[in-house]
Every structure is written in structure tokens, then in C-alpha cells.
């Protein structure tokens, strides 16, 4: 862009130049001013409502999986195992979209630089390592349905080295997503305190706002939508040529996962690729805003997906609906106060689901908590 007049480098320097596209006014090179007021009067009671949604039910499903597996089922497959760090992932990132509330509602951070740095950070790591745990289950599931007789043993290696696995993704989040702790911060900018990145050398700022984009969307996009449909894909084949009453019931359920993945996920990231694409070049102001205004709708929409998470890969199945069901139980007991130390309220309903559990094949019980 060319500069435009007094102080208007300013405004260029930080649209172009900011990681994520902002509702902040900035000048054009010819000098003409593009306001955003409507944007941000749109972002200022949308986001917070949208994001409290997000945080209340994300917050139920997930913590009712992390009790699950803490209290009421030993994780028996690697696909468990993914699942209880899905969850914990899940509820690590809803916990930052309070943050993220007031400052729509406020159209101003709020809080301190470290709060902002811990924060971005803390979103995106949880953010990233949940897209990655979501690869890892495909893959999982993969290997027990199609390569079953002949992946045994390495099933039987991996789920021993499970904590290592989940060591090693919580680890290649941490990398991905480390530039967000440094390049973001708190600073002023037209008068509002906001908490957004910041690029100290111009010159690279556009080549480092790309590549924080690409890695976004490499590894929170492509990287487990291919795996889930190169896994998914040979699952159908192979449950389509089974001899297995239950067939069509999982066929079903693969459909639904991935068709939910798409519809919250591909909108965002066309979104995100566009955003890219236009880095660094000129714009025309109706065209930001409308990338502005459909980036709101469309991070609700991903977001969204922390919230269906246990529906999907939890709750769908039939086990997982008896140990909700069990929680129930246990919950009602202790408001009742019924319940003495430890969870003996649930003895009798235990005894029941305890015997129908005992009925289920051991095929059956291989293929975890996830209906196949």
C-alpha cells in the first residue's frame, strides 16, 4: 500500500500486518478511512453471547467424559485414551472464550499482557491438539477395523506407550502454537487497549502472518480432514463387507462425524485461506468487511464443534449413554444426600449394569467407548 496521510502507516501497519483481521478503522493508501464501527457493534453482542454458549454446554459434555474416565470406566483402547485428552483439550480451550467475551463486550482487553499472551497461548495449543487428537482416533480406528488381524500387536505396543503418544501430541501443539505467546500482546491501538499480534520488523511481518496462517491451517484443517477421510473411507468398505449386524449403525455414525467436521470446520478455513491470500495486498473496505463479519460467524461455527465432540465420539454410543445415565444416578443421590463416602449410592444400579456389561463380547468392548 502506499502511505496515505499523516499517521495513516499506523493504521496500515496494523491491519496488514496483525495476525488476525480486525475491526479496527484504518486508512487506505488514497487516504480514505475505513470504518468498522458497524462491525464491532456486530462482534460486541454476537461473540460474547455465542462464546458463552460455547463455554457452558463444551464445559458439561467435556467434564461428563473427563468423570467418565476418572471414575466410572478404566480407558481400554488408545481411542479412549484420545478421547480423555480430547475432552481435557476441550475444556482447557473453553475456558479461554470468557476472555474473549469481555473483551467483544467491552471492545477493550481487559486484562493484564501475561493474561493475553497465556491466553492466546492456551487457545491455541488446545485448539490445535484437539484437531490432532481427532487424526489420531481416525487413524486408531482405522487400524482395529481394517488392519485388525494384522496390527494386533502394535495396537497391544501403542496402548502400553499411551502416555507417551498423548506426551508427544500434547508436545507438537505446544511447538505449532508457540509463536502465539510471543508474537501477541497487549498494546494500544486508535485509543483501545487490545490483545492481538504484533510484528517489530515490518519487513517480515507479512511472511510470518502467512506462515502462522498456513500452520493454522495445515495442521487444524487438512491434516485431519485427509486422515479422516482416507480412514474413514476404508472403514465403510470394510464394515460394508462384514458380516455385522451392527454395520449400518457405524456406517451411520462415520457419516455423521464427518459431515459435522465439515459443516463447522471448511467455512472457517476457506475463511482463513482467503484471509491469506489478501495478506499484504490492497483491499477495498467492503470486501474487509464482509471477510470480518463472515470470520465471526464462521469461528462460532468451528468452535462449535468443542461442544459436539462428546455427542460424537462419547455419548452416541450405547456404553457411554449407561455411564451418563450412571453420573445421573450418582448426582441425584448426592443432592438427595443419599450418598455417603465414596460412590456407594450407585450399589444397586451397579449390580444391574454391571451384569448387562458382563454380556458384551470382547469384540465388542475392543472397539471402546466410540459406537464401531
Known amino acids: 500500500m502506499n502511505e496515505g496521510p499523516e499517521n495513516s502507516s499506523n493504521y496500515e501497519y496494523f491491519n496488514d500486518y496483525s495476525a488476525i483481521p480486525t475491526s479496527t478503522d484504518y486508512f487506505f493508501g488514497d487516504g480514505v478511512l475505513c470504518f468498522m464501527g458497524d462491525v464491532r457493534n456486530f462482534t460486541m453482542y454476537f461473540l460474547p453471547i455465542a462464546y458463552s454458549f460455547i463455554c457452558v454446554f463444551g464445559l458439561l459434555g467435556n467434564i461428563l467424559v473427563v468423570i467418565t474416565f476418572a471414575f466410572y470406566k478404566k480407558a481400554k483402547s488408545m481411542t479412549d485414551v484420545y478421547l480423555f485428552n480430547m475432552a481435557i483439550a476441550d475444556i482447557l480451550f473453553v475456558l479461554t472464550l470468557p476472555f474473549w467475551a469481555v473483551n467483544h463486550a467491552t471492545d477493550s482487553w481487559k486484562f ?14 488446545n485448539f490445535n491438539c484437539g484437531m490432532l487428537l481427532l487424526t489420531c482416533i481416525s487413524l486408531d480406528r482405522y487400524i482395529a477395523i481394517v488392519q485388525a488381524t494384522k496390527c494386533f500387536r502394535l495396537r497391544t505396543r501403542t496402548l502400553a506407550y499411551k502416555k507417551m503418544i498423548c506426551l508427544m501430541v500434547w508436545l507438537f501443539s505446544i511447538i505449532i502454537s508457540s509463536s502465539t505467546f510471543i508474537i501477541n500482546q497487549k498494546y494500544t491501538i486508535q485509543g483501545r487497549e487490545v ?5 517489530h520488523v515490518t519487513s517480515k511481518a507479512v511472511k510470518w502472518k502467512i506462515l502462522t496462517l498456513s500452520l493454522q491451517l495445515l ?8 486422515f479422516m477421510i482416507f480412514c474413514y473411507m476404508f ?11 451392527k454395520r449400518h449403525k457405524a456406517i451411520r455414525v462415520i457419516i455423521v462425524v464427518v459431515l459435522v467436521f465439515l459443516v463447522c470446520q471448511v467455512p472457517h478455513n476457506m475463511v482463513l485461506l482467503v484471509v491469506a491470500n489478501n495478506t499484504g495486498r490492497q483491499r477495498s473496505c467492503s470486501d474487509e468487511k464482509l ?13 462449535l464443534h468443542c461442544c459436539l465432540n462428546p455427542v460424537l465420539y462419547a455419548f452416541i454410543g450405547q456404553k457411554f449413554r449407561n455411564y451418563f445415565l450412571k453420573i445421573m444416578k450418582d448426582l441425584w443421590c448426592v443432592g438427595r444426600k443419599y450418598k455417603s463416602a465414596g460412590f456407594s449410592c450407585s450399589k444397586i444400579y ?3 449394569y454391571i451384569s448387562r456389561q458382563t454380556s458384551e463380547t ?4 475392543n472397539a471402546s467407548s466410540f459406537t464401531m
Open 112 to 125: 493484564s499482557n501475561i493474561m493475553c499472551k497465556l491466553t492466546t497461548s492456551i487457545y491455541a495449543i
Open 195 to 199: 490483545c492481538e499480534a504484533k510484528y
Open 219 to 226: 495442521f487444524g484443517f487438512f491434516i485431519p480432514l485427509m
Open 235 to 245: 472403514i465403510v468398505k470394510t464394515l460394508v463387507q462384514a458380516n455385522n449386524s
Open 291 to 303: 471477510i470480518a463479519y463472515t470470520r465471526s460467524v464462521t469461528e462460532v461455527l468451528a468452535f
Open 350 to 352: 451397579s449390580e444391574s
Open 362 to 365: 470382547f469384540e465388542n468392548e
